[in-house]
């Protein structure tokens, strides 16, 4: 079992996970992921890493109760442990010298984009992470980012804290000041990645996206993570998970991330309705 040993609640639904897993840490990298399990039964998720500590050896998950699932995985309590943890999985971020870089982080992008922006600061890069949220109570590990950031920029889309919009529009900022980033990572929701490889094109920008919110089996062999990148098909999981942003074709990914949201939504009813217990036949809709 790979027992959980820090539990610590990020934003509403949003939780941090520090498990034990000696075998993984020793070898985890930037940009890498992980296949955890609870039970016997349970689905098997695929989860980028936040962090690895191969002193200690643990890694550390931000997972969101937003499925059937991740909720399971979300409840785990300090204590509790883990069936399976698989990995590290996928290709590592290419972490180089150069220059001046940008980490932009959308949401719980934000959890994967921090290894990334500590390594590159480590390397010599100047770094400016640009954090984006919808609103200030769900903006997470903004100390986090800072430790590891020449500066740090927040958006939220409400304007409840740092600068109201997108993080496109922290980006657009940057380059009013005459910030001449070399390079971007950009890990969030498709929707936020996409707008950020659409905004960086005419900028001449290189950008980096992380497409693992389309992963499933974690291993190449659904094929559920099948993408297009400059006309030729790729696997996020075995190939990836990061690409170049200008390449993917965004329109057919976030096609096949929508595939299974009517699965998921019927199994978090049934959770629902299992843990109401009342008898009455409540599906749960009124709490989706």
């Known amino acids: 079992m790979y027992q959980v040993v820090r539990r610590k609640c990020l934003a509403e639904a949003i939780v941090l996970l520090e498990i034990e897993a000696p075998a993984v840490a020793a070898k985890a990298r930037p940009g890498e992921f992980v296949i955890v399990r609870r039970f016997e039964s349970s689905e098997r998720i695929p989860l980028t890493l936040m962090d690895y500590d191969a002193k200690k050896g643990t890694i550390t998950l931000v997972v969101q109760d937003v499925g059937y699932s991740s909720a399971l995985i979300a409840k785990a309590e300090v204590g509790d442990g883990f069936l399976d943890c698989v990995g590290p999985l996928g290709r590592p971020t290419e972490i180089a010298h150069y220059g001046t870089v940008l980490c932009v982080g959308g949401g719980l992008g934000v959890a ?87 905004f960086t094109r005419p900028n001449h920008i290189k950008t980096i996206v992380s497409m693992n919110p389309i992963m ?31 390449l993917v074709d965004f329109d057919l990914a976030m096609k096949r991330a929508a595939f299974y949201k009517g699965e998921e939504a019927l199994a978090k009813r049934q959770e629902y309705a299992q843990a109401c217990g009342c008898g009455c036949g409540c599906d749960g809709k009124e709490e989706l």
């Open 112 to 198: 994967p984009i921090f290894p990334i922006a500590r390594e590159l600061k480590a390397a010599g890069n100047q770094v400016i992470s640009v954090l984006g949220a919808r609103s200030r109570d769900l903006l997470i590990l903004e100390e986090e980012m800072r430790d590891v950031s020449d500066e740090v920029v927040v958006m939220t889309d409400d304007g409840s804290y740092g600068r109201k919009g997108f993080v496109t529009h922290g980006i657009q900022s940057l380059l009013e000041r005459g910030v001449k980033p070399d390079v971007i990572w950009a890990i969030g929701p498709m929707i936020m990645m996409k707008s950020v490889a659409v």
């Open 216 to 246: 499933v089996d974690g291993t190449g062999m659904c094929g559920a993570c099948r993408l297009e990148v400059d006309g030729i098909t790729r696997f996020a999981c075995v190939d990836g998970p990061e690409f170049d942003g200008h």
